[in-house]
């Protein structure tokens, strides 16, 4: 059974900084893309980073230069390192995994980030 749960949310002031954590069970970590996600209210979810298999990384444009993504096979979990944030960060931020081409097949139920301007 597969299990993905985020933790690390909470609220910090514009230009602080949030560290998330994502762990995973249930599937071959070190073979699966991992990604992360968020949700602001009223808005679609929205991709925002990759970490591929190989160790490629990938970043959607408002988050580079800021956000850091990395993983640990040998602990089956997915950090997300946020500096400089503002309140368009703030979403609920989603861990998703890709075992299988194409998209993401298993997600987490989500860690709430929010930034006080």
């Known amino acids: 059974q597969v299990h993905i749960s985020e933790s690390g949310g909470g609220s910090v002031q514009t230009g602080g900084s949030l560290r998330l954590s994502c762990t995973a069970s249930?599937?071959?970590?070190?073979?699966?893309?991992m990604g992360w996600f968020r949700q602001a209210p009223g808005q679609e979810r929205a991709w925002v980073t990759t970490?591929?298999?190989?160790?490629?990384?990938q970043y959607s444009e408002p988050v580079k230069g800021r956000f850091t993504v990395s993983r640990d096979n040998a602990k089956a979990t997915l950090y997300l390192q946020m500096n400089n944030l503002n309140p368009d960060d703030s979403a609920m931020y989603y861990c998703?995994?890709?075992?299988?081409?194409?998209?993401?097949?298993?997600w987490g139920q989500g860690t709430q980030v929010t930034v006080s301007s």
């Open positions: 249930g599937f071959t970590f070190s073979d699966a893309s």
């Open positions: 998703a995994a890709g075992v299988r081409r194409p998209g993401w097949q298993y």
């Open positions: 970490v591929f298999p190989s160790g490629k990384l």
